[in-house]
């Protein structure tokens, strides 16, 4: 890695200069721009006591100052003085390409390669020019920088990279996030590469319970295995992903995440620290690091700062080595209110009246990943009370909730679901959650609770609502149990938000709305068919250009009357039940993700995602 060594020398860029540009593009006006000149030492103290907790010096462990396009934006102006458009560093160094000529991009960690930065650049050289290579060819090196009146800084990075530099532009937050993530991991990696390599090397014994540091806490004295897992774990949880795999191939590892439901490739990893990074978080999870053929499972809770997070960890061997998938519950994500799950009023209602009743069964169905925990969480919330015995049963159980009494399925000692449910009918239960219903010993078992006075709630794993009511008649349940103690079946999915940072409204076409099952020859009988608005996202750095940032639910919910319970104790079919359902005002997934797509909460794509096979 080449270590570039300029004399230090005053950035060039300045607020004054960032106003002038502003000003002349109408983004501030002149009263704006008097008043940010007036103010600027005032918040440039602020943002630095903000990041750095002091008045006076740097970032931790570098030399760059706080950029004034940050003075700017800690200002709180409004585009034009429109309060209801903030000045963001996006719209200035927007603006600020524009007046130089550069291309603006909008860097997405998840399709850089973090290893590129490092191999042209000293970390100290790039935070001190607010610099980072994002992209190398044999003859030139593209690099985001902060301040494109640097003159000097392309002449240095040609003089040391021996490759004509490509200069664009990015915001200022971006750039130093990932030249700390960059530098900070593949430091790491390569260290631990090089510490693995030589003999003697001890993983270490760990504390089950894991203080996580921020990423500008990690310093080069901490073990670097451990480094490089504290950057992969700090990085899960700002992405939001709710899972993370370690993945061996023939040459190199891959990290791999999975946000708002898509897998990302993140990094790639020497063989050598795979194996190491693996180990680690065994140990961490108290799994035996010398059993690499035969699948383990464990936990590790974890805390950073305020805020705890409970990993599941689960090992299984692979072609080329041992695979980890870490399995990230958030309370943050997982335990809301009933009210913001996803559910429409009249969904809301039906649910209500069915956790209102001191007994009955009450079932929640969907595929795996379809947010079942998380409506279970938030139903039991709604009940809970000092009056109330909520009794869980989990396999395993997710998150810790202290208003509920939560037992976790054990096979290996015999505590199995239909064990811990009669173990569970003897600890006076009001209400009973049964995570899973998966024989028919469990069915059985929690219809007859449900008819001798308890409410219990439970999932399936059924693609709509009738389904779930044919598939607990197929595992045994009898009918007329059945009819007596259901109460409500809801299928669910979740859909992913359009992004409100890049949301725009498009049209959706005449063929389009045709898949989603309306009749448009009929909405154009009179001639007048007017072509319907729905949102979309162009992508930004926020959504890492997908368009869509966080889920929500997408509901079918089918409350039981007289006419169903007569169809349950005739054994009617799940698309008789459906009929009779839809005839009773039943919205169904595919209705419930339109209603979603006209209220401009998600996209057509998603609609038709998730909704496919419902």
């Known amino acids: 890695m080449t270590n570039p060594r300029a004399p230090a020398r005053p950035r060039a860029l300045t607020v004054e200069m960032l106003c002038r540009v502003l000003e002349a593009a109408r983004i501030i006006t002149p009263e704006q721009h008097r008043d940010a000149v007036v103010r600027q030492d005032k918040e440039r103290a602020r943002v630095l006591r903000a990041k750095t907790g002091v008045t006076r010096g740097r970032r931790p462990g570098g030399d760059e100052p706080v950029h004034p396009a940050e003075v700017l934006v800690a200002m709180g102006f409004g585009v034009g003085g429109d309060e209801r458009y903030a000045l963001t560093e996006r719209v200035i160094m927007q603006a600020l390409a524009t007046e130089v000529g550069l291309p603006f991009v909008d860097l997405d960690p998840l399709k850089l390669d973090a290893k590129l930065a490092p191999q042209y650049l000293s970390r100290p050289?790039?935070?001190?020019?607010?610099?980072?290579?994002?992209?190398?060819?044999?003859?030139?090196?593209?690099?985001?920088?902060?301040?494109?009146?640097?003159?000097?800084?392309?002449?240095?990075?040609?003089?040391?990279?021996?490759?004509?530099?490509?200069?664009?532009?990015?915001?200022?937050?971006?750039?130093?996030?990932?030249?700390?993530?960059?530098?900070?991991?593949?430091?790491?990696?390569?260290?631990?590469?090089?510490?693995?390599?030589?003999?003697?090397?001890?993983?270490?014994?760990?504390e089950r319970y894991v203080q996580l540091k921020r990423v500008d806490e990690i310093d080069a004295a901490d073990s670097h295995v451990v480094a490089a897992v504290e950057y992969l774990l700090n990085y899960a949880l700002d992405q939001r992903a709710s899972d993370v795999h370690f993945e061996p191939h023939r040459e190199q590892s891959v990290v791999r995440m999975r946000i708002d439901g898509v897998l990302h490739r993140v990094h790639s990893l020497p063989k050598v620290v795979h194996s190491a990074v693996v180990s680690r978080i065994k140990t961490l999870a108290r799994l035996d690091i010398a059993e690499k053929r035969r699948a383990q499972d464990g936990r590790i809770k974890m805390a950073r700062g305020e805020r705890e997070v409970e990993l599941r960890v689960s090992t299984v061997s692979v072609a080329f080595g041992e695979k980890l998938v870490l399995r990230v519950f958030d309370p943050e994500v997982m335990v809301r209110d009933l009210p913001d799950i996803g559910l429409f009023p009249e969904q809301l209602a039906v649910v209500e009246r069915a956790i209102a009743r001191q007994n009955g069964l009450i079932l929640v169905t969907g595929p795996t990943g379809s947010g079942k925990t998380s409506t279970l969480y938030a139903t039991l919330r709604a009940v809970a009370s000092p009056e109330i015995n909520v009794v869980t049963l989990e396999d395993p159980i997710e998150i810790v909730l202290e208003e509920l009494n939560q037992i976790a399925v054990q096979p290996k000692i015999g505590l199995t679901f239909p064990e811990g449910l009669r173990t569970v009918l003897r600890q006076d239960p009001d209400v009973i959650m049964v995570g899973e219903i998966r024989d028919p010993e469990t069915a059985t078992i929690a219809a007859q609770?449900?008819?001798?006075?308890?409410?219990?709630?439970?999932?399936?794993?059924?693609?709509?609502a009738p389904t779930g009511v044919t598939r607990l008649l197929e595992l045994g349940v009898d009918p007329f149990v059945l009819a007596s103690t259901l109460v409500c079946v809801a299928a669910q999915r979740l859909v992913r938000l359009v992004c409100s940072n890049c949301r725009v409204e498009t049209f959706l076409l005449r063929d389009q709305m045709a898949m989603l099952g309306v009749d448009v020859d009929a909405l154009d009988a009179g001639g007048e068919f007017?072509?319907?608005?729905?949102?979309?996202?162009?992508?930004?750095?926020?959504?890492?250009?997908?368009?869509?940032?966080?889920?929500?639910?997408?509901?079918?919910?089918?409350?039981?009357?007289?006419?169903?319970?007569?169809?349950?104790?005739?054994?009617?079919?799940?698309?008789?039940?459906?009929?009779?359902?839809?005839?009773?005002?039943?919205?169904?997934?595919?209705?419930?993700?339109?209603?979603?797509?006209?209220?401009?909460?998600?996209?057509?794509?998603?609609?038709?995602?998730?909704?496919?096979?419902?």
């Open 125 to 206: 050289f790039a935070r001190k020019h607010g610099a980072l290579v994002i992209a190398a060819d044999p003859t030139t090196v593209t690099v985001a920088v902060t301040d494109p009146l640097d003159a000097q800084l392309a002449d240095d990075i040609r003089t040391y990279v021996k490759r004509e530099p490509r200069m664009v532009l990015s915001t200022p937050s971006e750039i130093y996030r990932l030249i700390t993530e960059f530098y900070g991991f593949r430091g790491a990696v390569t260290a631990a590469a090089k510490e693995i390599a030589s003999p003697g090397v001890d993983i270490g014994n760990l």
């Open 449 to 464: 609770a449900a008819l001798t006075g308890h409410l219990v709630v439970a999932t399936l794993h059924t693609n709509d």
């Open 530 to 614: 007017r072509e319907v608005m729905v949102p979309e996202g162009e992508g930004c750095v926020r959504c890492r250009n997908t368009g869509l940032y966080g889920r929500t639910g997408v509901f079918e919910v089918m409350e039981i009357d007289d006419k169903l319970r007569r169809m349950i104790v005739g054994r009617a079919g799940a698309k008789e039940m459906m009929r009779q359902a839809r005839d009773d005002g039943l919205m169904t997934l595919r209705e419930a993700a339109i209603k979603k797509l006209a209220r401009g909460v998600t996209t057509f794509a998603e609609v038709l995602r998730v909704t496919t096979e419902a």
